[in-house]
Every structure is written in C-alpha cells, then in structure tokens.
Nanobody
C-alpha cells in the first residue's frame, strides 16, 4: 500500500537551514500532488507548501515565501522542502501528504488537510538558539 515517510527534521539555530524529504513507496509518486503541513501548538495543521503532480505548480504560505522551496524528484519517489533562514515560528512537526491527481496535474490543493488522502507520520523541526 502507499506510504509516505518524512525525514530531515532536527534542531537548528535561527537563520539556519534544513531540507526535509518525503519518500513515497507502494505507488509511483508521479500520480500524486504533494503538500507539506506544519503542526504547532494550535487547533489545526497549517499548509506550508504544495507541489503539483507534474512539478510545474507550487504554492507557499505567505510566511515562508522566499525562504522555503518545494521540489520533487519522481525518479527517486521523493518530494523535498528546502527551508532557509529559519525562524522560531517555523518550528513544529512537519507532515507530508499526498493526493492522487490524474487530471489537474499542474495544480495542487492548497492548505486543505481534507483534500489529501495519504499522510506521513511527521518530522520534528525545532528552531532555537
């Protein structure tokens, strides 16, 4: 069955960088749009970024624009989230999520947890001096 596994989280100082990876198995990732969500103390997971099935469409939360970059390597069944200039408010558990999209391959569902069918278990990001 289809699974997602995140990695790359850790402790970093403010201004530092991390690269998160989301590796898929069980089905070809190139059938799926993928999103990254963050869970911090609060009521909901919030959308951080998403990338379309064909990789041409990307969306970012306003708070991370210019600092984070989402990308995918379908040959490696992996989606990345490069996070630069990290701030304490970026901390939280980061989840990747996927939804199969045989059509609308150039868009991704933005920020809606219910739009995604598959979820990883998350990776912790801590930003602290």
């Amino acid at each position: 069955h289809f699974q997602l596994v995140e990695s790359g989280g850790g402790l970093v100082q403010p201004g530092g960088s991390l690269r998160l990876s989301c590796v898929a198995s069980g089905l070809p990732l190139d059938h799926f749009a993928v999103g990254w969500f963050r869970e911090a103390p609060g009521p909901e997971r919030e959308g951080v970024s998403c990338i379309s099935t064909d990789g041409t469409g990307t969306i970012y939360a306003d708070s991370v624009k210019g600092r984070f970059t989402i990308s995918r390597d379908n040959a490696k069944e992996t989606v990345y989230l490069q996070m630069n200039s990290l701030k304490p408010e970026d901390a939280g558990i980061y989840f990747c999520a996927a939804v199969i999209r045989p059509r609308d391959r150039d868009t991704c569902p933005w920020g809606r947890t219910y739009a995604y069918d598959y979820w990883g278990r998350g990776t912790q990001v801590t930003v602290s001096a």
